[in-house]
């Protein structure tokens, strides 16, 4: 009789493990809709994209990554005919609505902008996290403990109180709507993470090795350098894509302190309107090459990924 | 490069005091790896919230540097308490925080116990689960109000093609009851695998032999379940609630792209309020009350939280 009733985890039956996987995959399919929305939408043209009901099968156009990239006035058909012939794809498409392209937009600068400041912050959180990780894994830190919370306690702050006062600061220092402001702001928060999940990371290379080296003649910091970091280097990685997804992602701050050179993505895509409200197709373009390095990372990082979300907490 | 630089020093320095050089104490070494990060969290997070404390006693402007400011005590706190609109705006945080945790614990609960039957394939749905949650909250949020759009938009039609309620009146966004639920939809769809990811952790964690002890007792699926299973594996809930908790309180990029807070202030949780009060009506001192409230508020909870969890733990 045991052999056929369902032995509930110990051995699902057959049946109950049929009927798990199509619900997971029911739900998988239902949750990546939006996000399969918004690819098909960027290859839409403007009037498929608002067309009712909404069109499943269209005729794909790359008109919305002109749009992103471009800047375009409404002209007379009498003064576009004047014009030589269209140069490229682009150009043809945009006549085509009576309008000339008047030169780029600003999505590419935002998108630099935002890889300078991801890239640049990851740098520096991950560098003073190492420090820090090895400092509090391998040395009797007084008050360690204390000093840990404290570190991660700045978490719990909400991102608009404190953007009140690093404004006020900002403003004070020249700092107000500069990568280096926003690269030195992102560092302060993701450094937090960087020494939590770095310190979990580092704690499981067993401290042998280091001996092993110092006794070999090797000073502390020879054999920090030459023994632990090669071997937290899974862990670097890892630590380095988090931080730099939290960079990538992050939009309070942003908005509330850049507005012009140092602005990125996130609280630009909103931005991207085109005659009549918003440009869909566009802003679906623009959603469309910000989220695609994420799916990369976030299947770099599959394994690593519940201990990243936890702060270390929990390990598999 | 450090220590390259250590021992360059070194080889040119006489014998006895390369040794010093070369051989730093551990204990200075500890300071000089963490002091960075320390320095750098006192003047970008300490720093400020100092400055904050201070502000929050004062009714400085920021869009009015040159007028004197003047101390009032405790009046801006004494205000904030006073406020209607406030504790409006408080409750309406704590709705919205109940159900997305609610929501998202039940559901994300269900699925991770439905994945830990270990179907076939189920490495690869439990990844494609995960992507919304890695997605930027402001780039996905905003493209939901799309989604949103009365008529045009692909939830509006799908929700009006199953109900049978014309498009047109399917109003996400801009109807005062429908509002609060497209935000909690949007932040159930983004973080249900989040909670999912930590419950399966959980569920994993329990050892089989349990279970196989269980199976020799006869105990029913039911009882294996309500004794063995939700026990074990609630330590792991309750960390990703506290998380999402702590998260979901300070929510600030969905709600200021799908609704602003709108209609009204049906959807004004505590960060947007803050907002419009900090960057918009420019009442720096107020807002700074405000802020230091809501952070002594996360941290208070988060703190009777973690000894809850760690009796839990100790269990």
Known sequence: MSLTTAHSVVAPSAGSKRIAGAIIIAYALISIVPLLWIFATSFKTPPDSIAYPPKIVFQPSIEGYCNLFTTRTRQTPEYINSLGPATGFCDETVRKRNMVIAGPSNFLPRFINSLVIAFGSTFCAVFLGTLSAYGFSRFKVPLADDLLFFILSTRFMPPIAVAIPIYLMYRELGLSDTALGMILLYTAVNVSLAVWLLKGFIDEIPREYEEAAMIDGYTRLQAFWRTVLPQATTGIAATAIFCLIFAWNEYAFAALLTSGTAQTAPPFIPTIIGEGGQDWPAVAAGTTIFLVPILVFTILLRKQLLRGITFGAVRK | ?315
């Not at chain 2, 080889?11 to 051989?23: C, H, Q, S, Y």
């Not at chain 2, 930590?198 to 007792?217: F, H, K, M, T």
């Open chain 2, 1 to 315: 490069m450090l220590n390259r630089t250590a021992e360059n020093v070194a080889r040119a320095t006489p014998e006895p005091l390369a040794r010093k050089v070369r051989g730093i104490s551990d204990k200075g070494l500890a300071w000089l790896f963490i002091s960075p990060t320390i320095l750098l969290l006192l003047a970008i997070n300490i720093f400020p919230l100092f400055w904050a404390i201070y502000l929050s006693f004062t009714n400085f402007r920021a869009n009015r540097p040159n007028e004197v400011v003047k101390n009032l005590g405790f009046a801006n706190y004494q205000r904030i308490l006073d406020d209607q609109d406030i504790w409006i705006a408080m409750q309406t945080t704590a709705h919205f925080v109940f159900w997305t945790i609610l929501l998202q614990t039940l559901i994300g609960f269900t699925l991770a116990w439905l994945i830990d039957r270990k179907f076939r394939g189920h490495a690869f749905w439990t990844t494609l689960i995960l992507v919304p949650m890695m997605l930027s909250p402001a780039v996905v949020g905003n493209f939901w109000r799309f989604l949103y759009e009365p008529q045009i938009g692909l939830f509006s039609y799908v929700i009006s093609f199953v109900s049978g309620i014309p498009p047109t009146s399917i109003q996400m966004l801009s109807n005062v009851s429908l509002a609060p639920w497209s935000i909690i939809i949007v932040d159930t769809w983004m973080w249900t695998p989040y909670v999912m990811l930590i419950c399966l952790a959980g569920l994993r964690s329990i050892p089989e032999y349990i279970y196989e002890a269980a199976e020799v007792d006869r105990a029913s699926n039911w009882r294996q379940f309500w004794s063995i299973t939700l026990p074990m594996a609630l330590p792991f809930i309750m960390l990703a609630v506290l998380f999402r908790g702590i998260e979901n309180f300070k929510m600030f990029d969905m709600v200021n792209l799908l609704t602003g807070g709108g209609p009204g202030s049906t959807t004004e949780v505590a960060s947007i309020t803050l907002k419009r009060q900090a960057f918009e009506s420019w009442r720096t001192g107020y807002s700074s009350a405000f802020a230091i409230i809501l952070f002594v508020a996360v941290f208070g909870l988060a703190n009777i939280y973690v000894k809850a969890l760690n009796k839990v733990k100790q269990r």
